[in-house]
């Protein structure tokens, strides 16, 4: 098995980089990578990001989002914690995750707590779930890949992933929410980030072979993360189809209701209702949004070419983008 660590925290080029570790060098050798990101939300392939995430704070605090290529629910990535990929090869028919995590939780148990995994794909210690867990097959190889929260800041956690109180209908996987907790309130000596994970590569990496990315490699991985993971396209466009109702009060405007159907990350129906001031239509600016992207400035854009002021009064135009987006 090869061992490959990643330099770097973007999340959007360390999902590329397991791709292509999947797709190409993995085609001849089995592989186990570590790798931190910046804080991100991470989505799974089959979910509606607009329902895994609390827009309004992922916009304020700058927190990229990112669809992986495996299934399952929504994670929250910081420095505090610690992702590992397992690439190997499978029997038909096998995969269970305890078996991939077996390296893991031996590693976790050698600590001294009783992590357990259990459920469908978690990793729990006293109960509280320190890691999920997401699989991707294909080929006859599986790339296995999970998170473990040592230091995660839980409340920016519990934040990004506050699921709004609108109104989803939509085909979309929802996300399993658990009670959470970190591994090191669980240690009966503490120690670093940086401590834990020299443990951990101590544990698991001393018999692999170390891989280390050749030019070539950075480059097709940049490449990689340019035309996917790093695109609107991927990220929010290749959602499922969804429908969503949203109420709100805005002072000095009023109350409005908006509903809205969403193909493929853009507006093909849009309606809607309130107590507050307008001397045209809202069928008339539904016609006029249809097919605009549901991205902030796509919206705005649009919405410059519209005299808006005539159908919500007292409403800026960067108030209803974002109405729609949070």
């Known amino acids: 098995m090869l061992y490959v660590e990643s330099d770097s925290t973007d999340a959007a080029f360390n999902l590329a980089l397991e791709q292509y570790l999947f797709d190409v060098l993995s085609v001849e050798n089995d592989l186990f990578m570590f790798w931190r990101n910046s804080d991100a939300v991470i989505v799974g392939l089959h979910q509606n990001t607009a ?24 994670v929250f990535h910081d420095p505090g914690n610690l992702n590992f990929t397992i690439i190997r090869k499978v029997s038909a028919g096998e995969p269970d995750f305890r078996v991939s995590c077996r ?33 991707y097959l294909r080929d006859g190889r599986l790339m296995h890949h999970g998170t473990i929260l040592f230091d995660t800041n839980i409340e920016k956690m519990a934040e990004a992933l506050r699921i709004p109180e609108d109104k989803f209908f939509s085909k979309g996987i929802d996300s399993a929410r658990a009670r959470v907790t970190n591994l090191r309130e669980h240690l009966h000596e503490d120690m670093t980030m940086s401590e834990f994970m020299s443990f951990m590569r101590g544990q698991i990496i001393k018999d ?19 035309k996917r993971y790093g695109t609107w396209d991927w990220n ?46 809202g069928a008339e ?27 919500f009064e007292g409403l800026a135009r960067h108030e209803f983008a974002r109405l729609l987006l949070d």
Not at 110 to 115: D, E, T
Not at 237 to 256: L, M, N, T, W
Not at 285 to 292: K, S, Y
């Open 208 to 226: 692999m072979t170390a891989y280390a990315l050749s030019p070539r490699d950075y480059n097709a991985v940049k490449a990689l993360c340019a």
């Open 103 to 135: 390296p893991i939780l031996d590693a976790l148990n050698s600590l001294g707590v009783n992590a357990v995994a259990g459920g469908r794909n978690d990793i729990t210690v006293n109960g509280g779930k320190i890691s999920g867990n997401a699989g």
């Open 51 to 74: 329902e895994e995430i609390n827009g309004s704070f992922i916009r304020r605090n700058n927190i990229p989002v990112i669809r992986r290529l495996s299934g399952g629910g929504a």
């Open 285 to 311: 600016l539904g016609a006029l949004l249809e097919n605009t992207r549901l991205e902030e400035q796509a919206l705005l854009d649009r919405l410059s070419e519209i005299p808006f002021e005539e159908y």
């Open 236 to 281: 929010y466009g290749h959602s499922p189809d969804y429908g969503v109702e949203k109420r709100r009060r805005i002072p000095g405007f009023g109350a409005i209701t908006v509903r809205m159907q969403v193909d493929g990350g853009t507006i093909t129906g849009f309606a809607a209702s309130g107590d507050y001031f307008g001397n045209r239509p």
